[in-house]
């Protein structure tokens, strides 16, 4: 019997084009759209070599030296800072400037050299900055030699360079800002799980349909036919979810960092969730369908907002302001789970999540069951 | 059967059943007349435990029912009067799911599917979906899923509603056989001339109440009307209608500009002394019609309104 229910209420899901469509077609669309329009975010924090020109005029001992070291910093490879081009004149370099081939020039001619910019930005700063600093350098080399010429042999020191803090990677993958977003479709489309909590359980309400009515009558036992009935949701959207992740992973090429069967756990348990929360929604509500349609979709844009998936950040103040908020709120707990995976080596906030989320699945369920065996109609 | 002792219900402040109460005997095909709105639906989903009432008793097969009488409800089977049915699944699919809430064991389903597919003509339209069907084979549908279980009683709540006339006599014939196999039957409708020809005995309900109760025979002999007279003709002078209304064997007379409808009292020969009359004063006249009672005619009589009001 409750296979019969199951199969019957799966096929009945798989078929219906509403869910098809959003369950199914929204999100690989809405993944694609993400693929293309964040394709280029993790480029954004690559550094780029400034394109730069040096005018060749004064032939002085200092004018050289430093169109050496310029030369040496725009030498190919990983530490290049300039895209150096060697001008004849002023006026070859001012046209340059001005048609935008470069973001400013040295000049070299007078008694120490100078930078010429046409507007302020990152790339004139650091030009500004690498000749404040071969100035500063410059000067404390003379001042040595004048002063102190026996710790000349220590000269080498001074431009080192030498860090004393080395970046590590807290995890294996590299951060990226891209991954955010697919972890906000992938938690929005778990919350999407309740369209089908709300579908089972109004078909189990005499007052809201003819069907629910039906079934009502019917010799089975309403947690039975919830039960199954909730299955089969839950079913139905894992492998939405299931096509949603193989799209992203094999034919978007999204690296959620390997760990694939905790990728589908956390599916699994925020789909779970997803589909409990719609079916508490549809019990605890007198209202119509499309009522509570309204509210389902109303909570859960409320839940992806305070978990920052709309804006960045949110999550933070509402996890330091209202903690317990931010523990409830499931749409946090799925984003909180993937972040752990792709940026921890260890898993205990991992399971934390999962655990909360599967309890609050749990409360949810049973108080459905509680609701819906209480349930009778004064009118239909 | 079903008893129902002093059933009330009110919906607010409207008394939808007013002390209603039923005894429906094993076998018989039982009729639950009334306009739309007289509580005939409330009725049976009071008595299916599907709504809450405020007073009353209820028992079917001699057990008291309640919505989680699950021994009850197994041999109940139930036609809703909007169509309930899954749209994303096929017909056999549909009847299936409905059969299999009540027969778990799969091979005897799968005869029990079948036999409804045949009961209902269904068996050409199996893989159809729902949306595909005709108001009439979707109706079909809707009775056979209520009915694949092979229940002993069930319920018929205004299954022909909006329903074609082929359609209408294809289901009446499916009811007639359900009985005859051993169902008890309850049927409601509005459409009086559906609970004449199939139902044994038969309630007259209004305004949650019971009117009356009885077989079509026993109904009709309850009223003093004899046959109804229609006479077409273009004109008829008031002095006449006036001399049509003192006929011996007339009860009420009425023209509404085309016909003259008369109502005659019974065993007497109204059609007759009516016609004699409107020859006398040289009046042409057209068809004419004569039909005994009707179950409308008993409602006429006992609330001053047709049924269909």
Known sequence: MFWNIYSKRLISTLRDKSTLVWTWVFPLVMATLFYFAFTSLD???????????????????????????????????????????????????????DQGKIDGFFMTDNQEPTLFVKKNGLNQTIMKAFLDQYLQDQEAVITIIHESPEQAGKL???????????????????????????????????????????????????????????????????????????????????????????????????????????????????????????????????????????????????CCFLAGLMVSGINYTVAKNAPVLAWINPAARITDAFYCLYYYDTYDQYFLNILVLLLMAAVMTGLTAIFLRRQQYESI | MIQVKNLVKRYGNLLALDHFSLDVLDGEIFGLLGPNGSGKTTAINCMLSLLTYDKGEISLFGRPMSPTNYQNKQEIGVVMQ??????????????????????????????????????????????????????????????????????KLIFFDEPTVAVDPQSRNSILEGIRKLNQDGATIVYTSHYMEEVEQLCSRIMIMDHGKELNTGAPAELKSMIRGGEKVTVELPTLPPAVLENIRELEDVERADYNGLSLKAACRTGGHGLIQILDLLRKNHLGFGRVFSEPPTLNDVFLEITGRELRD
């Open chain 1, 156 to 302: 080498q020191t001074l431009f080192s360079r030498e860090s004393f803090t080395k970046e590590i990677s807290l995890a294996e993958n590299p951060p990226t800002n891209k991954i955010n977003y697919f972890y906000a479709l992938i938690a929005m489309v778990c919350l999407y799980g309740s369209f089908q909590g709300l579908t089972s359980v109004s078909c189990l309400q005499a007052n809201l349909s003819p069907l629910g009515a039906r079934r009502c009558l019917s010799p089975v036992s309403r947690f039975v036919m919830v039960s199954a009935d909730l299955l089969a949701g839950v079913t139905a959207h894992m492998l939405s979810l299931l096509v949603l992740l193989a799209y992203l992973i094999l034919v978007l090429n999204v690296n959620f960092g390997g760990k694939t069967a905790l990728i589908l756990l956390t599916s699994l348990a925020g789909c779970v969730t997803g589909v409990s929360f719609g079916a508490l929604v549809s019990v605890c509500t007198k209202m119509k369908e499309a009522a509570k349609t309204a509210v389902l979709v109303s909570v859960s844009l409320a």
């Open chain 1, 43 to 97: 480029s954004v924090d690559q550094f780029h070599t400034i394109p730069a020109a040096v005018v060749a005029e004064g032939g002085e001992q200092e004018a050289q030296a430093f169109r050496q070291v310029l030369e040496s910093v725009s030498e190919q490879g990983e530490d290049q800072l300039f895209s150096l081009q060697t001008t004849a004149s002023r006026e070859e370099a001012e046209q340059l400037l």
């Open chain 2, 82 to 151: 909007n169509v309930a049915v899954f749209n994303e699944l096929t017909v056999y699919e549909n009847i299936d799911y409905f059969c299999g809430l009540y027969v778990p064991e799969k091979r005897r389903r799968r005869e029990l599917v079948e036999q409804a597919l045949d009961f209902a003509g269904l068996q050409e339209y199996r893989k159809f979906l729902p949306g595909k069907l005709s108001g009439g084979l979707l109706r079909r549908l809707n009775i056979a899923c209520g009915v694949a279980h092979q229940p």
